[in-house]
């Protein structure tokens, strides 16, 4: 079960919770639990957030691989100069 | 109204037609296409447009090309002679004084000035002289560094 | 926009005088191209005055100097004695923009400008400079604090241009200086200008004094109250913050994007005070 | 990677192969292109700073001699209306597009609303001058407070805010939140609480390059543009997707860039250029004046930031509570995302909070600046770091070393850091002799630490073996700072052989594949993984080819130091990358690879920085006396140009902290759109700028390489205010410290006695 933190502002959204336990070999697959979890919620983070993996962030993420023991926060994405 | 114009540009007799109210540097960059002579402001505050006029440092974007007439003119083009680098662009390559590069024609005209009156200035010197040469990449730090170590080429004969 | 270059005087002032305004005279252009450029005019032509001999030559004689009004800070630089007779004049002119305009810039044009904080005016004021102006009925002179009426405007007649500035020699216990605030090194247009040129005598009093204040009111002025304050007194300690008090309430300056009118009556006694050291220390006091 | 290993060409400083041409004039920047048939395009802008264009009359443009195209907002087709009305107002595309011309409204002093093409620059001019505009002047908002009033004229009207609950139509265009812990529950074991506001003013990037850029199109639909930017392949998908046209009919040339801090990575005149030149049958040239880019192009705008930071007496942090307001200019999308991530970056806070709003005014578009809304964000933070170390007498590196991140802190913006350089560079600044250098009377000693994360994404290369031995290498990333020498350096550093035989070019949309924008700190680090990919799957085929040649198992045969070699060893003798791609043909054909890549593992940077200041008691001015740049870079490919970011950064920074600001009248009008009053610093108003490159390597680099551009423009503001805290006793809050506005506060303090 990977550790999943979601963002402040959503987390109030959905019921407070900050923190989940969710399965999941991938970020797609992550998204898709959190979204049998809280309808609508997996949807909205699809696509418009960045996902740190155990401290590496990935702009693109939802093909990325997830480990048992992963902890993954879901943050806004970033423009670069 | 066309003008027709004969001047030197960078050692060679050049002849060509200016509008009335054209700047050298738009003479030099859209007429001559010698775009080596770059513009950043054409108001004369960031001297990347820089060239010499008859021996005397000037911004091309204020001067008319009218006033070129039987002039003189030197650009960053003609720095280089025969294929050999002057010691400030040797140095600006060496000391890595460039970054994006748009700024450089400017201060390579400039600082060449400075050397030819003043052969060995102090940073200082160096730092008031190039005011005018705005660079938004390096913070300056290497640029002044190059042009000291060019002058000391220069008044060791390197160059 | 046509471009005409005169060999003299005549031609020039006939030539400016039959376009009635629509054409400019042209010196270095430094300013009259950048603001061209910047859409604030639109001249029809330019007269361009650089070759006429007596505004592009420095001559001294008996009476002391007759400066070209097209000269440039460059070549008032080179010139052997003129900086060192009147230091604060040319350094006051090259501060007029970057190595680049110096090659060009002039006193003539800066003062055409007529804008209220010309570096190289509240200096000429300083040093009693006079003004030799030749248009359409001859030829006048006149103090440079009286050429300038308000921003962007003199009272040059249509067709009159200035030829030339006179400097006197300085005397032997003489020094001027000019000072300006800017909030970078260079390349900015003064906040406030002060220029300062004093005589001492032998005990180090001061003999006869001028100050010219930039940057503070529609023109730059000139500062009689100076004269009361320093004559006869050691230019040091509480004379120079009643100098720099006189200045400051002199100020009548606005607040612009370059700073508020407090600012600038504040520091523009600041600039005074310091110029007036500069000048007695190199009169030898 | 062994620490120890030697490098031959990593670390060292060669000349970069586009040098010459940028020393004799013959790069090509934006402006530097001509064709034949080539027309001058110029755009007609907005007075207003909010006006209601209700109708544009451009019959006597159109018949001016000369004039070959005139266009407005209805030439371009309104693709994303429809897309942006169902989301509140939120696409971007919809939002890029009426960005490049304004359709029904104005939106600020400066915003495009028309444009011409005309044989000449000044028939150009004229034609402008003869477009009727009618505009309907609308009340306009500049700044936060005036945006977010109660009864605030609105930018959009129909616009709700994202990340509010049942939002009503308002000038926040997004709101976000992120944190952990509890701040309330931080604060209550805190000894020591200080809370300050701070506000910045809109600045721009001030890269000496305007705009500009050069399109040809065909009857077929093709379109060929010659362009400056930070990506040509952004140039492309966004030109292509604003005027509908499929991506492989465009080709974009990247020029060089006379450089962009993040400010071209967008567009402005391309779709235009494009336009005019399909209308005018003609190629379009468009190069903006510096004025338009200060009125037009995206700075970087105001903020407003409101702190607090809870400490214990032995100084450990307890809790930070941030709330950050940044003005995303006319159509949102501020940096204020990366100023609620990186605010409480560079230290361990147990309980965090951060709270930011996305406000739109009537200003121009924003668009990214170098450590995008970091530097404001560490403003504020690090000019409190400094106060608390006061208050707490504890020496200011010192306090930070306390707190500072290391690996497996929990960052402040969610996960925990890998491998860091914090602690070293803060060490490196404490051991540095500047640090402890003697200081003269009005002088002060500032110093402060920045945090960026740099970027990835997503880079090509290809690498071509030319049969003389010589390699050439192709980017996709316009060389803005002396890329092209750290990518060759690689380049020869994998294949060992010389530096000189390797060439880097950056190549079109048509030539290489896509790689993401020259932004993000990105390009050594991300498009240098691509180039190392190509060239070892180069060596790779080389080795194959050694065996064939010597009729052994390929498994047998290693590349090592520019030479293929059957078990590592010296018998049969080994076969060099010359004498291989001399016999390329012979052997299978000519050898080239191509990579394609996301890059992982980028490495999240910190710098600290040193200043000192001289201030004059009497008017206000403040000179920088002495800077010193520290930083981790991972590892310096080429430490001139990693010294040069340091540099370029740094100054950058004390312009911001000193004297850039936009200047708008009561009309919303630019005031100072030149370099002369906008004023960037000179070469005579800095110092040399000393540096320390700190070199932890990033594991996940082969080389362990950092992205370093951006980081240098965090801690300048804060050092240098710090530093002037340090001079004068005075705490400022707001920037920049023009002359005026610190004599302002000297007297106050002098008058109120706390000074």
């Keep these: 079960m990977a550790r999943v933190i979601l963002p402040q502002a959503l987390a109030d959204r959905f019921g407070g919770e900050v923190q989940l336990e969710i399965e999941g070999r991938n970020v797609r697959a992550l998204l898709a639990a959190l979204d049998a979890r809280y309808p609508g919620l997996g949807q909205e983070l699809e696509g418009k957030v960045a996902v740190a993996i155990d401290g590496e962030i990935h702009n693109d993420p939802l093909l990325e691989p997830v480990e048992e023991q992963s902890e993954v926060h879901f943050l806004p994405r970033l423009a670069g100069g | 109204m066309k003008r027709h114009i004969s001047t030197t540009i960078d050692g060679e007799a050049l002849e060509f037609l200016s509008e009335d109210g054209q700047t050298l540097l738009d003479a030099l960059r859209d007429v001559l296409l ?13 001297g990347a447009c820089s060239v010499m006029l008859d021996g005397r440092l000037v911004c091309a974007c204020l001067v008319l090309a009218a006033e070129v007439e039987g002039a003189s003119v030197e650009t960053v083009e003609g720095l280089a002679e025969a294929g050999e680098l002057h010691p400030l662009q040797k140095r600006f390559l060496e000391g890595a004084a460039l970054q994006c590069g748009v700024c450089t024609p400017g201060f390579l005209v400039a600082a060449k000035a400075l050397l030819e009156i003043n052969p060995d200035p102090s940073e200082k010197e160096v730092r008031y002289w190039l005011a005018g040469n705005l660079c938004r990449c390096t913070g300056y ?6 042009v000291l170590d060019a002058a000391a080429d220069v008044r060791g004969g390197a160059g | 926009m046509q471009y005409q270059a005169v060999q003299t005087l005549e031609e020039a002032v006939e030539s400016l005088s039959r376009a009635g305004g629509e054409h400019l005279p042209l010196a270095g252009g430094t300013d009259l191209l950048a603001q061209r450029r910047a859409g604030r005019i639109d001249p029809k032509g330019v007269v361009d005055l650089k070759r006429i001999p007596e505004l592009a030559e420095i001559v001294l004689d008996d009476d002391g100097y007759r400066v070209g009004a097209a000269v440039s800070g460059a070549e008032l630089g080179e010139h052997p004695t003129l900086g060192q007779d009147w230091p604060g004049v040319v350094e006051a002119a090259q501060l007029i923009g970057s190595t680049q305009i110096q090659g060009r810039a002039s006193m003539g ?3 055409c400008n007529a804008s209220p904080a010309a570096d190289s005016v509240p200096a000429l004021i300083a040093a009693g400079a006079l003004c030799s102006l030749v248009g359409p009925s001859g030829r006048r002179e006149l103090p440079v604090e009286e050429i300038i009426l308000g921003p962007g405007q003199t009272c040059l007649a249509p067709g009159e241009i200035v030829a030339h500035f006179r400097l006197p020699r300085p005397g032997p216990r003489a020094g001027d200086a000019y000072l300006r605030l800017i909030p970078r090194t260079e390349m900015d247009i003064a906040v406030v200008g002060a220029g300062v040129s004093l005589e001492l005598d032998a005990d180090g009093l001061c003999t006869g004094c001028r100050v010219g204040l930039g940057a503070v009111a529609p023109t730059p002025l000139r500062l009689d109250e100076a004269q009361a304050i320093l004559v006869g007194r050691r230019v040091e300690g509480s004379v120079l913050d009643d100098l720099a008090a006189a200045a400051s309430a002199a100020a009548q300056p606005i607040d612009d994007m370059r700073a508020t009118a407090e600012y600038r009556v504040r520091v523009v006694g600041v600039m005074a005070k310091r110029a007036a050291q500069i000048a007695a220390t190199r009169a030898g006091g | 990677m062994s620490d120890e290993k030697k490098f031959r060409w990593v670390g060292t400083r060669p000349i970069r192969p586009d040098g010459i041409d940028k020393v004799t004039g013959r790069a090509q920047y934006g402006a530097d292109f001509a064709l034949p048939d080539m027309l001058w395009g110029r755009v007609l802008r907005s007075p207003h700073a909010h006006a209601r264009i209700l109708s544009i009359e451009t019959g006597a443009a159109a018949a001016l001699e000369g004039v070959h195209a005139v266009m407005t907002g209805q030439d371009l087709p309104d693709l994303f209306a429809e897309k942006a009305a169902a989301s509140g107002g939120h696409d971007d595309s919809n939002n890029l597009a009426h960005n490049v011309m304004a359709r029904d409204k104005a939106l600020y002093h400066g915003h495009a609303v028309a444009a011409v093409a005309a044989t000449s620059r000044e028939i150009a001019e004229r034609a402008l001058e003869l477009i009727d505009v009618e505009y309907e002047v609308l009340p306009h908002v500049l700044d936060i407070p005036t945006a977010l009033a109660a009864d605030a004229p609105l930018v959009h009207p129909d616009r709700v805010a994202q ?26 074991e805190a000894d020591e609480i200080i809370e300050r506001e701070f506000s910045t003013r809109p600045v721009h990037q001030g890269y000496i390059e305007p705009h500009a850029c050069l399109a040809q199109t065909t009857p077929d639909g093709r379109v060929t543009l010659w362009s400056s930017s930070q990506g040509h392949f952004m140039v492309r998908d966004y030109t292509a997707k604003l005027l509908d046209i499929d991506l492989s009919l ?16 967008t567009v402005y005149l391309e779709p235009i250029a494009v336009s005019l030149s399909r209308k005018s049958g003609r190629s379009v040239k468009m190069v903006m004046s510096r004025e338009e880019v200060f009125r037009a192009s995206g700075p970087t705008l105001g903020t407003r930031i409101k702190l607090k930071v809870g400490v214990t007496r032995e100084g450990v942090l307890t809790a930070g509570e941030a709330t950050l307001h940044y003005e995303g200019g006319a159509f949102g999308g501020s940096s204020v995302g990366a100023g609620c991530m990186t605010i409480f970056a560079p230290y361990a806070f147990p309980h965090v909070r951060s709270t930011g709003y996305d406000v739109m005014v009537n200003k121009p578009k924003g668009a990214a600046y170098r450590a995008p809304g970091a530097p404001m964000a560490a403003f504020a933070l690090e000019t409190v770091m400094d106060e608390l170390a006061q208050r707490l007498e504890i020496d200011p590196v010192d306090f930070r070393l306390r707190n500072a991140a290391k690996e497996g802190t929990l960052a402040s913006f969610g996960p925990r850091y890998r491998r860091i350089g914090c602690v070293e560079t803060l060490e490196a600044v404490r051991d540095h002799p500047h640090y402890s250098a003697p200081l003269g009377p009005n002088q002060g000693r500032g110093v402060a630490l920045g945090f960026w994360f740099n970027a990835g994404l997503q880079s090509s290369a290809g690498v071509n073996l030319n049969p003389d031995g010589t390699v050439t290498v192709l980017s996709g990333n316009p060389d803005i ?15 060992g052989i010389e530096y000189e035989h390797v060439d880097v070019m950056v190549a079109d949309t048509h030539a290489v594949g896509y790689t993401d924008v020259t932004g993000g700190s ?15 799957d180069v060596m790779g085929q080389l080795c194959k080819r050694a065996a064939a040649v010597w009729d052994v198992d390929a498994e047998r045969v290693s590349w090592h130091e520019g030479e293929a070699r059957l078990d590592g060893g010296v018998e049969p003798a080994p076969l060099s990358l010359a004498a291989l791609a001399k016999n390329a043909g012979k052997t299978g054909g000519p050898i080239s690879a191509r990579a394609a890549l996301t890059a992982r593992g980028v490495g999240m940077g910190f710098g600290a ?31 001139s140009y990693v010294e040069g970011q340091m540099q370029g950064g740094a100054v950058q920074g004390i312009g911001w902290a000193l004297n850039e600001e936009y200047v708008f009248d009561g009309e919303g009008r630019v005031e100072n759109p030149g370099f002369l009053d906008y004023r960037i610093p000179v070469a005579s108003d800095v110092p040399m700028i000393d540096t320390v490159i700190v070199e932890v390597p990033n594991p996940a680099h082969p080389y362990g390489v950092r992205g370093v551009g951006e980081v240098p423009i965090v801690p300048p503001i804060p050092a240098v205010v710090n530093a002037v805290h340090a001079a004068t006793g005075v705490r400022f809050c707001d920037l920049p410290l023009s002359p005026a506005r610190v004599l302002a506060r000297l007297d106050e303090a002098q008058s109120s006695g706390s000074a």
């Excluded at chain 4, 080709?251 to 400010?263: L, S």
């Design chain 2, 34 to 46: 010698k775009t080596g002579t770059k513009e950043g402001c054409g108001t004369g505050d960031c």
């Design chain 4, 250 to 265: 465009v080709r974009v040339i990247p020029a060089e860039i006379g450089g962009g801090f993040g400010g071209k990575t």
């Design chain 4, 609 to 639: 920085h040193i200043c000192d200041v001289e201030v004059d008691p009497e008017t206000g001015k403040v000179d920088v006396i002495r800077y010193t740049a520290v930083q981790d870079a991972g590892r310096a490919i080429h430490p």
């Design chain 3, 109 to 111: 044009g800066n003062l």
């Design chain 4, 481 to 495: 700072g002396g890329s092209r020498a750290s990518l060759a350096i690689m380049a020869a550093e994998e294949f």
């Design chain 4, 163 to 188: 990340g509010i609950e049942n939002p009503e139509p308002s000038n926040i265009a997004k709101r976000l939140e992120m944190g952990h812990g509890d701040p309330e529950e931080g604060f209550a």
């Design chain 2, 141 to 146: 730090d290497k640029i002044i560094r190059s």
């Design chain 4, 522 to 536: 990105r390009v050594t680090f991300a498009t240098g993984m691509a180039i190392i990919e190509a060239a070892r």
